[in-house]
């Protein structure tokens, strides 16, 4: 079992900046890929970008490439996404999750554990 807590969600006017933690317990936190997804209301969960296990690959989706950095720090068991110049349509809950297998993970199936998500807010 891995247990994922997001945090650092908020509200922030567009073109701002927050950046997301989400610490995991239990299971050893360096041997899986990480991954972040968001879930805006009334739509489907959607993938956001994955890290691999050391860090040194990362992977994400069109719409926020070159906005967004996915980072892991193995030591502190703890996962981060940097989101810069934010948009509106960024509103979401944000959920950090733990992949099930290494490699090509995009999609929601490929995950084993969720954190229990947290909200960013962008306002225009």
């Known amino acids: 079992q891995v247990q994922l807590v997001e945090s650092g969600g908020g509200l922030v006017q567009a073109g701002g900046s927050l950046r997301l933690s989400c610490a995991a317990s239990g299971r050893t936190f360096s041997g899986h890929t990480m991954g972040w997804f968001r879930q805006a209301p009334g739509q489907e969960r959607e993938f956001v970008g994955f890290?691999?296990?050391?860090?040194?690959?990362?992977y994400y989706a069109d719409s926020v490439k070159g906005r967004f950095t996915i980072s892991r720090d193995n030591v502190k068991n703890t996962g981060y996404l940097q989101m810069n110049n934010l948009k509106p349509e960024d509103t979401a809950v944000y959920y950090c999750?733990?992949?099930?297998?290494?490699?090509?993970?995009?999609?929601?199936?490929?995950?084993?554990?969720w954190g229990q998500g947290t909200q960013v807010t962008v306002s225009s």
């Open positions: 999750a733990v992949a099930r297998a290494l490699g090509f993970v995009t999609t929601r199936d490929m995950y084993a554990y």
């Open positions: 890290i691999s296990m050391s860090g040194g690959s990362t």
